[in-house]
């Protein structure tokens, strides 16, 4: 079965910058989509940013278009999520999704496989 494992999440002071990373086995990288979903306290898992295979388009919501950056290196079957000038409202569990077709569905239920999270905190 498909594992993810993440890492890079911590605590920032608002305007700093961290690099999320998702690292896949038993995963080709090479047909598949790709994402990061975020989940605050009382709200809904929400999509961030994505990125698909063998297309490479990338696909962000409104909120962190211009800010966050999805690549992968496919050699090493990593995801990445750079997340610059940081938002207190960034605050969430960042989750790391995958799933074994080229599509960047928004929707979590699309997506069979996922890491364990990790807390991002961005304080005032």
């Known amino acids: 079965q498909v594992q993810l494992v993440e890492s890079g999440g911590g605590l920032v002071p608002a305007g700093a910058s961290l690099r999320l990373s998702c690292a896949a086995s038993?995963?080709?990288?090479?047909?598949?989509?790709m994402a990061w979903f975020r989940q605050a306290p009382g709200k809904e898992r929400e999509f961030v940013a994505g990125?698909?295979?063998?297309?490479?388009?990338?696909r962000y919501t409104d909120s962190v278009e211009g800010r966050f950056t999805v690549s992968t290196d496919n050699a090493n079957n990593t995801m990445y999520l750079q997340m610059n000038s940081l938002k207190p409202e960034d605050t969430a569990v960042y989750f790391c999704?995958?799933?074994?077709?080229?599509?960047?569905?928004?929707?979590?239920?699309?997506?069979?496989?996922w890491g364990q999270g990790t807390q991002v905190t961005v304080s005032l």
């Open positions: 990125i698909r295979w063998p297309a490479g388009t990338t």
């Open positions: 038993r995963f080709s990288l090479s047909n598949y989509a």
């Open positions: 999704a995958a799933r074994a077709i080229p599509v960047l569905s928004t929707g979590p239920e699309y997506y069979p496989y």
